[in-house]
């Protein structure tokens, strides 16, 4: 049974920072693609940032560009994503997620596994 459970959530002011992590259990997610998503009050849920498996392509959304960096660690089977200059429309729950089949010009396929999500709010 895999498990991914993100933690590093919280409130901070405009500006401030936070790093979530997700760490997997149940299998190695060395051979996924790993991705982080989040959804604010009454959206939709949508793609933040996603990595290769090895780490060497990562994507964003155009919003957090420059502003957020995913990364991986393949011997802690953990994906981290490191949030900056943070703002109050990056208030969301966000949530990691594992797939077979994501890389480079395939990051918004099918996920095949999900986390419970972190809260993260911004204040103004």
């Known amino acids: 049974q895999v498990q991914l459970v993100e933690s590093g959530g919280g409130l901070v002011q405009a500006g401030g920072s936070l790093r979530l992590s997700c760490a997997a259990s149940?299998?190695?997610?060395?051979?996924?693609?790993m991705a982080w998503f989040r959804q604010p009050p009454g959206k939709e849920r949508d793609l933040v940032a996603a990595?290769?498996?090895?780490?060497?392509?990562?994507e964003y959304a155009d919003s957090v560009k420059g502003r957020f960096t995913i990364s991986r660690d393949n011997a802690k089977n953990t994906v981290y994503l490191q949030m900056s200059s943070l703002k109050p429309e990056d208030t969301a729950a966000y949530y990691c997620?594992?797939?077979?089949?994501?890389?480079?010009?395939?990051?918004?396929?099918?996920?095949?596994?999900w986390g419970q999500g972190t809260q993260v709010t911004v204040s103004s």
């Open positions: 990595i290769n498996w090895s780490g060497s392509s990562t």
């Open positions: 149940g299998r190695t997610m060395s051979s996924y693609g």
């Open positions: 997620a594992a797939s077979r089949y994501a890389g480079p010009g395939n990051y918004r396929t099918n996920y095949d596994y």
